[in-house]
């Protein structure tokens, strides 16, 4: 039985007094050991002690003295990616995470030294000194999942990020409603702007700029596409690899962007001619670099997209152009849904989204007609007021 008690000792400013916990628990030699905790009030002891005794039923309690640091945590949380297979950019940022952001701030944190205040002041912490709400936001995340493997290994008995999930709601609706729309003519290029980049698309580039157009592939899949993936006959392509920051051809990003996308027939008949000239390799890329290897972000950057992009009267900087790879991904899906001709379910399984969710989050507002609206709330008065 665990037990509570008051201590007091005196300073030269005055007499001061702590909550203690006392209990027994069995180290991993399986003998009783004697255990405390030190506390402000009482009643913060009383509620952890509550804490304390439901985990030790349960079998997952672990004492502050044999608790590993946070560092100690993250650098498992990092092998066991490894281990796992992740790819290695997700590794690379895990490991920015934790080396930038989370061990100079609570490195030297015992795990089972953690609760939901503290993970708060974490947050505020982080905000004062210049990390963005969106990083903040990646950083938390990844200090959860830095807990829940170590939940996993037995070495935490508890998630205290979780426990701090009420105060993100509150933040969620917050971050909402600040979120920035995607907007035609910044974030997406206008049909007017895309016109003018079509047409002015030339050589090695012009087949891949039309496929992005055309099927909203994201960059990855672009630069990871085989030629046995593209049916000319049948006019559809299959998403089945993609290139990660490093050129390194794995997986596609989830099950989902695993899919088949149509081709529109001058894209077609675009391909076709590519095929004849496209430089040769090993992989058999759709779009490979000159030496037939996977084409770098930044190749297709200051090549494809600034070089095609001065040339529409888009912009003058070739290094620097108005829209990247990801806005011609944007223009796809506005086209989708602005010929109306495809349901949100058809719109999310062509883009490779994993929820409909992430669809409608993205592109919500783009399914709004604003004049069609308007119309059925007139019709709506003529109903109540004629």
Known sequence: MASIRKRTWSTKTGEKSAWIVAYLHKDKDGKLKQHIRTFATKKAAAEWRATMTVERQRGIHVPATTSITIAEAGARWIEGAQNDGLEASTVVGYGQYLKYHITPFIGDFRLADLSAASIEDFRNELRREGRSPAMVKKVITALGSIITHAMSLGLASRNPVREAAQYGRRRARLSARHQKRLEVGIDIP?????????????????????????????????????????????????????????????????????????????????????????????????FPDDDGTVVSLTVIRRQALGKTQIAAGLSRDAINPKYAMHSFRHAAASLLIESGKFTAKEIQALLGHSSIQMTFDTYGHLFRDPETTQKKMAALEAQLVG
């Open 190 to 286: 206008t049909k007017e702007e895309l016109a003018a980049i079509l047409q002015a698309a030339a050589g090695r580039w012009r087949p891949l700029i039309w496929t992005t157009v055309f099927t909203g592939l994201r960059a990855s899949e672009i630069r990871g596409l085989r030629w046995e993936d593209v049916d000319l006959k049948a006019a559809t392509l299959q998403v089945r690899q993609r290139a990660d920051r490093w050129n390194r051809i794995g997986s596609p990003k989830s099950a989902a962007s695993q899919r088949e996308v149509p081709l529109t027939p001058k894209l077609v008949g675009i391909l076709k001619e590519w095929k004849l000239a496209c430089p040769k390799g090993p992989q058999e890329l759709v």
